[in-house]
Nanobody, 115 residues
Framework: QVQLVESGGGLVQAGGSLTLSCAAS????????MAWYRQAPGKQRELVATITSGGTTNYADSVKGRFTITRDNAKNTVYLQMNSLKPEDTAVYCC?????????WGQGAQVTVSS
């Protein structure tokens, strides 16, 4: 079984920074593509960032230049560094892992950005 556990959510002021972590177990993490999604109340789930097993990254236009996705294969962990946070970044953030054609999800971490 694959398990993903997010941590690092919280409440921050606009313009501040926060780093989310997602620890994976139950799979060969180092060969798996990883991603961060978010969903705010009343909005559709949005793909925020992706990172391949080789370290290639992609970002949604809404976060490009502010967010950075990284991975530490020795720790089986993917990170999302969020800088210059805006109130519109408020959402539940979930990490996912792709294994074959299946996607595994973490439980989500709440990020709230105050004005």
């Amino acid at each position: 079984q694959v398990q993903l556990v997010e941590s690092g959510g919280g409440l921050v002021q606009a313009g501040g920074s926060l780093t989310l972590s997602c620890a994976a177990s139950g799979t060969n993490f180092g060969i798996r593509p990883m991603a961060w999604y978010r969903q705010a109340p009343g909005k559709q789930r949005e793909l925020v960032a992706t990172i391949t097993s080789g370290g290639t990254t992609n970002y949604a236009d809404s976060v490009k230049g502010r967010f950075t996705i990284t991975r530490d294969n020795a720790k089986n962990t993917v990170y999302l560094q969020m800088n210059s946070l805006k109130p519109e970044d408020t959402a539940v953030y979930c990490c996912d892992l792709q294994r074959g054609f299946r996607t595994y999800w973490g439980q989500g971490a709440q990020v709230t950005v105050s004005s």
